[in-house]
């Protein structure tokens, strides 16, 4: 028996055909208050960066999100909830696939797919985050050579290499702002 078409294109890729990643915009606010934003000056490769990586086995992405930003800034950091638009149901619910606001949710805000050619394809998760603590040293692989440092939101989304990393940062950052101007607090 023949199988029938899918009314939407789709494409399968199997478990050597992809890496799922994650990352997040990590945030704290200066003494007056204002969002700054961590960006990774990568002093291998000379650009700058957010923070993300691989998925480790039987890890959870939004686990993922939270190691590799500690990893590779130093700064021990938690999911920071929001409000945003997403097509995800609430708990325990039969919804409409339709997209809706919800209010503190830590859900991923963006994905990334990206074409690794011969190697596959790259998809990251992007989180929302928040300082917890302060810097801790030795915590990058042998591999990385990250050093991280805050700035304004508007200057640290400027310092971004990547059109990619910058779009992502700024929907970080007008997701958070919002979210303060709705009254709720971080």
């Avoid at 339709?98 to 190697?119: G, H, M, Q």
Wanted: aromatic fraction near 8%; hydrophobic fraction near 35%.
């Amino acid at each position: 028996m023949q199988a029938a078409s899918r009314p939407h294109s789709s494409r399968v890729l199997f478990s050597e055909a992809f890496v799922i990643c994650a990352g997040s915009v990590l945030f704290r606010s200066d003494t007056a208050g204002r969002w700054q934003i961590c960006v990774l000056h990568d002093r291998v490769e000379k650009v700058h960066v957010l923070p993300k990586g691989r998925k480790d086995c039987g890890e959870s992405i939004d686990g993922a999100a939270v190691r590799e930003t500690y990893e590779e800034t130093g700064y021990p950091c938690k999911l920071l909830p929001c409000r945003m638009t997403t097509r995800a149901p609430l708990p325990h619910t039969n919804m409409l696939d339709e997209p809706r606001v919800v209010d503190d949710i830590s859900e991923p805000f963006a994905i990334t797919l990206r074409d690794l050619k011969e190697k596959g394809t790259k998809t990251i998760w992007w989180y929302l985050t928040v300082v917890s603590g302060g810097r801790e040293e030795g915590t990058q692989t042998d591999s990385e050579d990250f050093y991280p440092e805050f700035f304004q939101a508007d200057d640290a989304i400027r310092r971004l290499t990547f059109q990619d990393d910058k779009d992502i940062a700024q929907r970080a950052l007008t997701l958070v702002d919002s979210y303060i101007a709705a009254g709720h607090t971080t």
